[in-house]
């Protein structure tokens, strides 16, 4: 996991829901984030902030509350806020996408933090103007105000993703070789002859038809062959199982 979504920073001002509390709790491990700060909550804690965290409970307890936006982010390096309407004074509007690759590059340095607005107000004017940078999540002009759980999930995701979290760890498992590739091959048609499906010398282009089936399977591995193999020795007659390893 990336030590640099550590030092990422989720702020949530004046949040009247406390069930928003706890949905953004859980969008923030789900992805890796754990710092999660209140600035004047109306209700917290509370059972439904609670219910909504689920498994995301410690990500909860550990959040601190702050009397104001200034106390929340006073060690940071960076702060992004969120807003979902363009804002006269803001002399450029960063996509969520880009603002977590800036937020990634700094996080190496000191905390940086993304702050949200309440649910029902946005973000006051002297908060945005506490913030370095305006970030817009891109949805459609007509409804461009996403919930506030749903909009700490998007920046969460782009700051997982963007730290080269996003892939769960590759297959460990052996790959297939040419030599294993060949050898199903061999198998293939001998299997194709003994059942009297490829008639030798009869111009057939099952063996063409097999290799392109085959180059398409992206990262054979050495374990399928072997199955495929085991399969269609398993369909041999007795006496000519001995012939094939
Ligand atoms: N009614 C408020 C929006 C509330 S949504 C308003 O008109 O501003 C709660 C918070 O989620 C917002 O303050 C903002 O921080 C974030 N948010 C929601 N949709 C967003 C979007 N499309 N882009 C950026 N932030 C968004």
Known sequence: MSELLGAVRIVLCRPSHPGNI????????????GDLRLVAPER???????????H???????????ASLTE?????????????????????????RDAAQSALALAARGPVAFVFGSESAGLTNEELFACQ?????????????????????????ELFVGAGAGVPAARSEKLATVE?????YAHLEQAAVNSGFLVPGSGSK???????????????????VNIVRGFLKALQPQGQKSRNK
């Open 206 to 224: 099952l063996r063409e038809r097999w290799r392109r089936l085959f180059s398409r399977v992206p990262e054979l591995e050495r374990e399928e």
């Open 72 to 96: 929340a982010i006073i060690d940071c390096v960076a702060v992004f806020a969120l807003s979902a309407r363009p804002r006269e004074w803001s002399p450029q509007v960063l996509a969520a």
């Open 22 to 33: 706890g949905a953004a709790a859980r969008a923030m491990k789900t992805m890796g984030l």
């Open 56 to 66: 995301a409970a410690d990500v909860l307890e550990a959040a601190r509350v702050h």
């Open 133 to 157: 940078h305006l970030v817009h999540i891109p949805a459609h002009p007509r409804y461009s105000s996403l919930n506030l759980a749903q909009a700490v999930q998007v920046i969460c995701y």
């Open 44 to 54: 917290f804690p509370a059972p439904e902030a609670q219910w909504l965290a689920t």
């Open 180 to 184: 294993d590739v060949e050898g199903l």
